[in-house]
Structures are given as C-alpha cells and as structure tokens.
C-alpha cells in the first residue's frame, strides 16, 4: 500500500522564478493538504483541494496555487519565487467522508531553497 | 489562530515520564496529535473527539478537554524511540473547518 509519494525530494530555484511540487496520495485517500514547514517551526497551512477544487485556503498570497486532478494527485504551484520561500513543503492526504476523525498522512516533503 | 504548546523543549531520561500541553483560543471539536522526526514527515498518533475520551498508542495517551479547550499528551516510561518534536493540531466545528492548524511544536529528547 503505497503512502504519500512527492516530488522532486529536493529543489533549488532562483527569486523570481516559478516551480511546480507534485503530490500522489495515499491509496483511498481523496482530499489532499498543503502545508509548508519553515525550520524549526510547525507546519503551515496553504490550503487544502477536495473534488478538484480549492476548499479551503490558509494566510498565503496569491502566488501559491494548486491543482488537483481526477486522479486525486495534486500540484502546488508559487510564482514570483521569494528567499522567504524556501522551506519544506509537505504534502498530507485523507479521507474526506470523516474529516474531523480522518488522519493526516504526511508525504516526505520537497525541501524548496531559493537564492 | 494558533494553538500553543508547553513545553517547548523538555529532556528525558529513558523510563521517565513527560506531559505536553495544547490550549487553544477557540472552540473546538477535535484535536490532532503528531509526532515528527529529525528529517522526516510528520506521523499520526491519535485523534481525540468531543467528549472528554482519553486514547492511548502504546504507552502515549491523551485526553482533550472542550470546556477550557486544551489537550494533554502523556508518554509514559518513555523510549529513546519517543525522540521528536510533538505538534498538536486543534479542529474547530462549523462550516469551514477542514484546516488542520498546528502549534509551533514541543521538542522531546530521550537520553539513555
């Protein structure tokens, strides 16, 4: 039973530019949450898609998007990249029917540095 | 907002016992408690509900009071295993409500 799978597991871009953060989650899973993780600091809410549409979205400016697919898997898009950018993206999968008893199951991350 | 979460750090020796606390400035129905180490991803330990109940994994229990809206984590006769940082994750009820948002995390060191 494969878990959350993301990718690339490591990325480095230069300010101003824009990259794409690929996200599968867990077999059976069909909501799919966004979250980055400065160092040190607990993980932060981007936003979270559910039915292909955005459903929810944290303190984050328009320059971070997503998109999910039919297939569930999801990208996290950032435009206009910034030093303050770089972190650690994790991606978290879960089962919608019980949301406020469903898991979160953690991917790995994407260590994102921007120069 | 926020939850916030005590200790920040707290250091162990293998078979002693520790408490983390959550208190959160809202209302809440459920809360979330994770355990994340050095360069991995975040893992799931329990769920606890609206009610009171208390829930254990392995010899990690914990309880949630809705009233003053704070959760309490309890490892007990800890394992170097436990080594991580904690983050509790309240969830509020209502429409809306899907975010899971989390504490700035409490740091446990197990020494032998």
């Known amino acids: 039973d494969a878990g959350v799978t993301q990718s690339p597991t490591h990325l480095i871009k230069t300010r101003g530019q824009q990259v794409t953060l690929r996200c599968s989650p867990k077999s059976g899973h069909d909501t799919v949450s966004w979250y980055q993780q400065a160092l040190g600091q607990g993980p932060q809410f981007i936003f979270q898609y559910y039915e292909e549409e955005e459903r929810q979205r944290g303190n984050f400016p328009d320059r971070f998007s997503g998109h999910q697919f039919p297939n569930y898997s999801s990208e996290l898009n950032v435009n206009a990249l910034l030093l303050g950018d770089s972190a650690l993206y994790l991606c978290a999968s879960s089962l919608d029917r019980s949301s406020y008893n469903s898991p979160l199951h953690f991917g790995n991350g994407t260590r994102l540095t921007v120069t | 907002q926020q939850p916030v979460q005590s200790p920040q750090a707290v250091i162990l020796r293998e078979g002693e016992d520790a408490v983390i606390n959550c208190s959160s400035s809202?209302?809440?129905?459920?809360v979330h408690w994770y355990r994340q180490k050095h360069g991995e991803a975040p893992v799931f330990l329990m769920i606890l509900l609206k009610g009171g109940e208390q829930k254990g994994h392995d010899k990690i229990s914990a309880s949630f009071n809705e009233k003053k809206q704070q959760s309490s984590l309890y490892l007990t006769a800890s394992q170097l295993s436990y080594s991580g940082t904690y983050f509790c994750?309240?969830?509020?009820?209502?429409?809306?409500?899907?975010?899971?948002?989390f504490g700035k995390g409490t740091k446990l060191s197990v020494i032998p």
């Open positions: 994750g309240p969830k509020g009820s209502g429409a809306g409500s899907y975010q899971l948002t």
């Open positions: 809202k209302a809440l129905y459920s």
